[in-house]
């Protein structure tokens, strides 16, 4: 049981796909979106997504049309979204059918003016639901009590940090919604190195 929930970001490779669900992710983030760098195709998402069960199935997209978006999500069977978008542009897909985490810069969240803005535009515009993604300045973080306090006022997904100490105390006293980890390649097919993970896995398990 790991101290908070956890999602992998980046799924490419049924080795990742197995491992992460097998070492109690809540879920797989695949970038369906064929413009950002490592997209991997809807049939390929479902194949990998064959493989596994328990686990949330997110896609990954950039300035996507909600109806594009909401046309995935039936074919892959998503459960959520992940949005690479500039919360100042407010360009936001209409008509989602699954609730979005909308990944954020970090000084967004520094400057509580805009953070409170953000939260009350989303609100509005996702009503499905929404929670924020985003790095923590280093060190990271910066300061416990204060990314605890956002994390209180929505949800709030960090991006979780390859020490597995960090990962662990960011649990602790943060008390995020959960962490976003990174996959990765297979050296070769059926061949993966997971000691990164691993390490971090672990440590939440401790936590």
């Not at 491992?19 to 998402?45: E, H, K, N, R």
């Not at 109806?67 to 500039?86: F, K, P, W, Y």
């Not at 973080?141 to 709030?156: E, F, M």
Request: with cysteine.
């Amino acid at each position: 049981m790991l101290a908070l929930p956890v999602l992998v970001r980046g799924i490419n490779n049924l080795s990742d796909a197995r491992y992460c669900a097998g070492m109690g992710a809540q879920g797989l983030i695949f970038t369906l979106d064929a413009s950002l760098p490592g997209a991997v195709d809807a049939a390929t998402a479902r194949e990998l997504a064959g493989w596994v069960a328990g686990v949330d199935l997110i896609g990954e997209f950039g300035h996507v049309a909600g109806a594009e978006i909401n046309r995935l999500v039936e074919e892959c069977g998503l459960t959520g979204v992940l949005l690479r978008l500039d919360p100042a542009r407010q360009a936001w897909p209409q008509g989602l059918a699954v609730p979005a985490l909308i990944e954020v810069p970090a000084s967004l969240l520094i400057n509580q003016e805009h953070y409170a803005a953000a939260i009350a535009d989303l609100t509005a515009a996702l009503p499905v639901g929404f929670a924020f993604f985003t790095t923590a300045p280093q060190p990271y973080p910066a300061d416990y009590a204060y990314w605890h306090q956002l994390a209180r006022q929505a949800p709030l997904w960090l991006a979780g940090p390859p020490d597995p100490t960090q990962a662990a105390e960011t649990a602790q006293y943060v008390h995020p919604a959960g962490l976003i980890l990174e996959g990765g390649d297979e050296i070769k097919p059926g061949l993966r190195d997971f000691t990164e993970l691993e390490a971090v896995f672990e440590a939440l398990e401790e936590a």
